[in-house]
């Protein structure tokens, strides 16, 4: 399938994504939207694909929202069709999702990277939530993943002040799960997510939502979904090839079942 939007390609198990609307520094109009529903559907199901890649440009990650598809909007618009409600697909994704983020990932384009499973940064990323330069705010989870993932106090003056947060401090704040040098994000995010791809499929699947459930439970409740999840695993063909190959010295073969 060729999008218009987007760049897909299969790197052996690893579907590599490259948003792709350079004149518009990525921003995510409602066509990048369906495109990239359309591709993690397909993801998702294709038992060859292991994990995936979401990138951009060197220049931009992407650049928000797009604001010229949003300007004549009112809020009958907005509310009555649920805007951006279609992102929340997105984050329904059960096989793991990388953002490679270099360069510009404002707005829409740094709350698209943290509705992936985690962010590895290039040197040169900036992230940021200029909404409120525009009289908005945050509109596709912003306000709430950036808060959970760096802390109320960066959170809240980075949402009231738009100012950007750069690699560096991003990785400092836990953002990111590592900063590596441009030039070598698309082939480290690549060779990560091969690694990922290389896990027992199941395990993949049960550690993703094992680690979301810390978002959405109490401690209590969440180490209890934890181990029923892991008790689960014992029940896969996989457990016993994983096991039986460390005690034998040998690399796993993986049925996903
Ligand atoms: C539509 C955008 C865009 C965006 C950039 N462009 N960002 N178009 N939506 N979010 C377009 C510009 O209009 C311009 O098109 C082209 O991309 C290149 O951008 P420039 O501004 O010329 O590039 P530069 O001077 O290098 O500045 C880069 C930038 C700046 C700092 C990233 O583009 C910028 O501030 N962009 C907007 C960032 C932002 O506010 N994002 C949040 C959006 S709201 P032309 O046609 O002029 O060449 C959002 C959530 C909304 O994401 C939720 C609430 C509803």
Sequence with gaps: TSYETLLVENRGPVTLVTL???QALNALNSQVLSELLEVTRAFDVDASQGCMVVTGSGKAFAA????????????????GHDFFAGWDQFTRTRKPIIAAVAGY????????????DFILAADTARFGQPE??????????GSQRLTRAVGKAKAM?????????DAAEAERAGLVSRVVPAAELIEEAVKTATAIAGMAPLAVLANKEMVNAAFET???????????????LFGTEDQKEGMAAFVE?????????
């Design 20 to 22: 792709n609307r350079p």
């Design 157 to 165: 003056e980075m949402c009231l002040t738009g100012r950007m947060m």
């Design 249 to 257: 010295k040998r690399p796993g073969q993986w049925k996903g079942k």
């Design 105 to 116: 990932a404002l707005g829409g384009g740094c709350e698209l990277a943290m509705m992936c």
């Design 218 to 232: 109490g401690l209590q409740q969440g180490v209890q979904f934890e181990r029923r999840l892991f008790h689960g």
């Design 64 to 79: 928000g929202a797009d604001i010229k598809e949003m300007q004549a909007q009112g809020f009958a618009d907005m509310y």
């Design 132 to 141: 409120v330069k525009l009289a908005v705010s945050p509109g596709m989870g």
